[in-house]
């Protein structure tokens, strides 16, 4: 009879995991972004865990001489098996939505090539990144001169490829609280708004349609990943302006 038992619970508890197995190994892998390749390491996990608990299961079935007939042992140990199978289960939950978000934002996105630039696309965005200390000078959000070259080299690529796209241009700043500008500053996302219009209106007065660009304002709530926000040199690449490329504004 105990050997009945634990065939019946064993084949059902490895059917589950099997079930589990095959879900995680359905999932989407084409997000070129550091926040998908985050998830997709932590599934790769969650699998070696999944691997680890279905040869425990195969384990604890409940055998005489392995288990001295101590089918109260035996009934714990499984019972911590399912509640650990339990958790793993709520973990890939959460890690297929986290995927699921990805793929929504990724749809809609234009790829942009500047192959004669150095000039960086944030990979979890698709947004090429304008640093701020090219564009503006300290807490302001009047345009230096020297921002028009590579103003004028975007242009070039809209005008010439994606005349029919979106054009977003987002604000970032870092996570410093505005001080000295404050008189004509009030926070962050404010500031972050300015700069944003200010490489809006040049657009605009190159020839872009304003009906074709949207402005928004991060703030310092979209830091640049893996950088320290608390540090200079990262509170300095996360100041700037990103110009994204969609097929529609939504």
């Not at 809006?200 to 872009?208: H, M, N, P």
């Not at 304003?210 to 830091?223: D, F, H, L």
Request: proline share 4%.
């Amino acid at each position: 009879m105990l050997t009945s038992i634990s065939h019946r619970f064993t084949s059902r508890t490895l059917l589950r995991l099997s079930a589990l197995l095959v879900v995680v190994a359905t999932l989407p892998s084409c997000v070129p972004y550091v926040k998908y390749e985050d998830a997709i390491a932590k599934l790769n996990r969650t699998v070696q865990v999944n691997q680890d608990l279905e040869r425990r299961m195969r384990d604890a079935q409940i055998d005489d001489s392995a288990m001295g007939g101590d089918l109260k042992a035996a009934t714990a140990r499984i019972g911590s098996l399912e509640a650990a199978n339990s958790s793993l289960e709520l973990d890939n939950a959460r890690l297929r939505a986290e995927i699921e978000t990805l793929n929504e934002l990724r749809e809609g996105l234009v790829a942009i090539d500047f192959p004669d630039t150095p000039l960086e696309v944030n990979r979890d965005t698709g947004g090429v990144i304008l640093p701020n200390d090219v564009l503006f000078p300290a807490g302001k959000f009047q345009l230096r001169k020297e921002a028009t070259a590579v103003l004028d080299q975007l242009y070039g690529l809209i005008s010439s490829k994606y005349s029919d796209r979106i054009i977003f241009v987002d604000g970032h700043t870092d996570n410093t609280p505005i001080n000295s500008s404050a008189k004509v500053n009030k926070d962050n996302w404010d500031l972050a708004s300015k700069r944003a219009h200010a490489v809006f209106a040049y657009f605009k007065g190159k020839g872009i349609p304003e009906t074709q660009m949207v402005i928004t304002s991060r703030g310092y709530a979209q830091p640049v990943s893996n950088v320290d926000v608390n540090s200079k040199a990262g509170r300095s690449q996360c100041r700037r302006v990103e110009i994204r490329i969609r097929e529609s504004s939504y």
